[in-house]
């Protein structure tokens, strides 16, 4: 008897983890609250009444106990298209580290920037459709022009606008890595 019992308990245990793990993911990446967030300062504070009206959406979508186990409620403004081009930099330089493994480089223009950072922005989603359109705009025309062989070891390629689009071209300059570095000093 007492095992159906445990064994009751663990059932129910197990329930309640998973819907908590439901409620977290949807507070973690959900944006009940997007449309209320016009209460921001030019200088980027929250108003109080944009505060006090984010905190009753979220009670009247979860329940006390859960969150009573929130240590904090963050809210973040919207991106602006301002913001978007730093981010481009730093989602380009993460690529390049990727890229220098293979024994390349990528090199941008000011034009190639802005137009990764107009394509890739959506108030609405924040940065997350800019992964989106660097994968399809840049990552997957480099890797069909590697495996066309259009580009070789320690090879730079430009990233430029022409005619509005995005365009990679080849550079016929080698990019210097530490161990060519070190072979030409020997």
Known sequence: MSQEIIDECRKEMEKATAALRKDFSRVRTGRASTGLLEGITAGGDIEDAA?????????SHFRPEFLNRVDDVLIFHRLSE???AEIVHIQL??????LAQQGLELETTDAAV?????EGFDPDFGARPLKRAI??????????MVLAG?????????????????????????VVTDEVATEKTD
């Open 114 to 118: 802005d137009r990764l950072a107009r």
């Open 135 to 144: 994968q399809r705009l840049v990552q997957d025309p480099l890797a069909n």
């Open 93 to 98: 330089a993460r690529l390049n580290e990727l």
């Open 150 to 174: 259009e580009l070789g070891e320690n090879q730079r390629v430009l990233l430029d606008v022409e005619d509005g689009e995005l365009v990679l071209r080849p550079l016929h300059q080698e």
């Open 51 to 59: 505060r006090d009206e984010v905190m009753a959406q979220l009670r």
């Open 82 to 84: 301002e913001h978007m």
